[in-house]
């Protein structure tokens, strides 16, 4: 059954807001966007017509690759009864040196919202500061916060709860990990994250973090002990051990991230239900073995469908 008065509720909500970070957004909006996405999903299941942002125009600036986030935007915005236009960043000005606050002020006349994937997070806060039109990060060298909020409704949908449930994250202290501690520590999900010494969360990010988790009372913990970390965890996530713009010896960076492989001995200390999660794509043998990520645990691609669901929420509920 779909909730009309979620769906009707929902619409423009969050108009006048970025979606920058998880930070910005309390429990209660987070948990809005996900029944939202949940009706709205429910809508597209049922070839129920949602033509919410008619007429509308989604400006996706990519600097870096992107499979997901690219089909994803895409075809939500699509669904959505609108359009989105591709730009590559060396098709545009921004690639001959044209600044990110003319491209913002330039761009803001032209179309309803920018979704943006790109290197230092001050590049979409900059464009945020200059744009009169919602800013969505894509993915920042520090956040995801698309991903973690698809991640969080995949959780959602099979545990029926937020309560109660243990999260480990295991691999590289990256901007999945990062937006994931924060994800969780609002919505109340304990969580520890193990990493290697050299590849641990910014220090600065894990404070906030710690801020968040105690407003909601979640365990926040870090650790270079994998075991320790999934032990009775509900969630075992881990992504890869060099992301886009990474640049050094990856032989001698896997040897140190080895340990924190999620295979078939390390997922023994976990839940008996416990759910495996990527963000992908994944580098199978690498951070995760064949047998975890194509294993029976493993919701990988419902967390991939759901970013079209959750996506085309924070569209709809931000343009
Ligand atoms: N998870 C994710 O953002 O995937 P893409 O890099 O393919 O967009
Ligand atoms: N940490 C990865 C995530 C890709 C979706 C990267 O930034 O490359």
Not at 137 to 150: I, Y
Not at 162 to 171: E, H, P, Q, Y
Not at 185 to 191: E, K, L
Request: with cysteine; hydrophobic share 40%; aromatic share 8%.
């Amino acid at each position: 059954m779909i909730n009309p008065v979620v769906v009707q509720n929902m619409r423009g909500k969050l108009k006048g807001k970025h979606f920058l970070k998880l930070a910005d957004f309390t429990r209660d909006e987070l948990m809005d966007l996900i029944q939202y996405a949940i009706e709205l999903k429910n809508m597209q299941k049922k070839g129920e017509a949602h033509h919410l942002l008619k007429g509308k125009t989604l400006a996706m600036i990519f600097e870096k690759s992107s499979t997901r986030t690219r089909v994803s935007f895409e075809t939500g915005m699509y669904q959505l009864g609108g359009q989105a236009l591709f730009l590559n960043k060396n098709d545009l000005q921004i690639g001959n040196g044209e600044t990110i606050a003319d491209t913002a002020k330039v761009l803001s006349r032209y179309v309803d919202g920018i979704m943006i994937r790109t290197f230092e997070h001050k590049i979409v806060e900059e464009l945020a500061e200059n744009a009169s039109i919602p800013i969505i990060n894509g993915l920042t060298d520090d956040f995801h916060p698309c991903q973690v909020l698809a991640d969080l409704m995949t959780i959602y949908e099979k545990k029926g709860t937020f309560n109660g449930l243990k999260l480990a994250f295991v691999g590289d202290g990256n901007n999945m990990a990062q937006s994931l501690l924060m994800g969780c520590a609002i919505m109340g999900i304990d969580c520890t994250i193990a990493s290697p010494d050299n590849s641990q969360v910014k220090p600065e990010i894990y404070s906030q973090v710690k801020e968040k988790a105690a407003i909601s009372g979640a365990k926040v913990e870090q650790t270079n002990d994998p075991k320790k970390a999934v032990e009775n965890a509900d969630m075992i996530y881990t992504d890869v051990w060099a992301s886009m713009g990474w640049n050094g010896d990856f032989e001698i960076r896997k040897k140190s991230f080895m340990p924190y492989q999620v295979n078939d001995t390390l997922v023994k200390g976990a839940k008996e239900d416990y759910l495996f999660l990527h963000c992908l794509p994944a580098h199978r043998e690498e951070e995760v073995t064949s047998s975890i990520i194509d294993g029976e645990h493993s919701v990988v691609f419902d967390q991939a469908e759901n970013r079209l669901h959750v996506q085309k929420a924070v569209l709809a509920s931000l343009l």
